[in-house]
């Protein structure tokens, strides 16, 4: 019943930013930790970004000084503000919600978003 869409992927030159959003269909202050994890083709899906509820923020440290993680609580929206955009960054990027207890976790559709050289 819990859906998560992301938007806000597209074509982006390495260099340029993005932001991305993830809409819940509920208040993602009843979720323990709101993320965005990313996936190449042929890769791993991998953590990029957690913002847990009241907590600090945790970044991977491919993302750690160029992208932010952020919540809207009023819209149901978190955010991933990605700067200094690499192609290395190119993946399918998921968002996610998981409560602790009891234990849950929801996942998006993905937004792709692909860096050019």
């Known amino acids: 019943q819990v859906q998560l869409v992301e938007s806000g992927g597209g074509l982006v030159q390495a260099g340029g930013s993005l932001r991305l959003s993830c809409a819940a269909s509920?208040?993602?202050?009843?979720?323990?930790?709101m993320g965005w994890y990313r996936q190449a083709p042929g890769k791993q899906r991998e953590l990029v970004a957690q913002?847990?509820?009241?907590?600090?923020?945790n970044y991977a440290d491919s993302a750690k000084g160029r992208f932010t993680i952020s919540r809207d609580n009023a819209k149901n929206t978190v955010y991933l503000q990605m700067n200094s955009l690499k192609p290395e960054d190119t993946a399918v990027y998921y968002c996610n919600g998981r409560i602790v207890y009891p234990v849950n976790e929801y996942w998006g559709q993905g937004t792709q978003v692909t860096v050019s050289s």
């Open positions: 913002i847990p509820r009241g907590g600090s923020t």
């Open positions: 509920r208040s993602i202050f009843s979720f323990d930790v």
